[in-house]
């Protein structure tokens, strides 16, 4: 069986499946049985993957922009005041919001053009009082260089990305794979982020699922039970939601993946 160094803990890596990435580039994929990171073949397809930084699939990017962004004013309660970045922040939504919501963030991202933000574009030179990178960590083709990079900018690093099963599904049973945009190139398991926390000398919380702290500082441990049931009194309070209908990311995401096909 073919293996390859674990770009997190450098142990060895065994493929356990391949697929088509881009629809064209025969990859195969990787499990670290000490740490549990996935990772793909080198990702010699990137180029052509950030053709558009904003894949035509990506459905969901403002709702997880209104999701994150309620999120962050829930937890920004438990951190000291100070400038904030936004890593990897895409068109700006995000730091427009958080912004909007009388936090002082900045945006910054190597690929897509900053739209909404305009005007307020983080310095990687300066310190910041928390770093936040929501569908970033899947993107990183050297994960413990870029994650030790946002560390020494910042003492809390809030992120977002979805936990690999300790025995990871095959490529067809996991959307977040999502090998047709050929973008997500690394997946963290709970016991990688472990080994993460460990390495950094920081507190790891995490929702178990798609949310993740790692911190400096003292955060509460209970925090994210604590989140979870905000966003419950949150919801329950919404009086607009008996006007809403079933949502359609998901719809819209399958129509725009069969339409497409190779072209994305």
């Known amino acids: 069986m073919a293996t390859i160094i674990c770009k997190i803990c450098s142990s060895d890596s065994q493929r356990f499946d391949s697929t088509k990435i881009l629809h064209k580039y025969d990859v195969n994929y990787y499990h670290c049985s000490v740490c549990g990171f996935v990772q793909t073949d080198e990702p010699h397809w990137l180029e052509e993957a ?10 969901g990017i403002v709702v997880r922009n209104i999701e994150n962004a309620t999120n962050l004013c829930f937890f920004m309660r438990f951190i000291p005041n100070g400038i904030c970045m936004d890593f990897g922040g895409g068109g700006g939504i ?30 990687l030179n300066k310190n910041y009082a928390l770093i936040t990178a929501f569908e970033n960590f899947e993107h990183y083709v050297n994960p413990m260089e870029e994650i030790a990079s946002l560390m020494k900018k910042a003492d809390v690093l809030f992120f977002s990305t979805h936990l690999v099963a300790s025995k990871p599904p095959l490529i067809e049973n996991w959307w977040y794979y999502a090998p047709q945009t050929g973008q997500h190139i690394a997946f963290y398991s709970l016991e990688t982020l472990q080994f993460i926390a460990q390495k950094h000398n920081c507190q790891l919380l995490s929702n178990n699922h798609n949310l993740h702290i790692l911190s400096k500082i003292p955060i509460r441990k209970n925090f994210f039970k604590q989140l979870e049931c905000y966003n419950k009194v949150r919801e329950k309070l919404d009086i607009t939601r008996k006007y809403k209908k079933a949502s359609k990311t998901e719809d819209d995401f399958l129509v725009i993946k069969n339409a497409n096909k190779g072209e994305l």
């Open 50 to 59: 950030y053709s558009e930084a904003i894949s035509t699939m990506d459905t």
């Open 94 to 123: 995000f730091t427009r919001m958080m912004r909007d919501n009388g936090f002082d963030f900045y945006h910054y991202d190597k690929y897509a053009k900053n739209e909404f933000a305009r005007g307020f574009e983080a310095d």
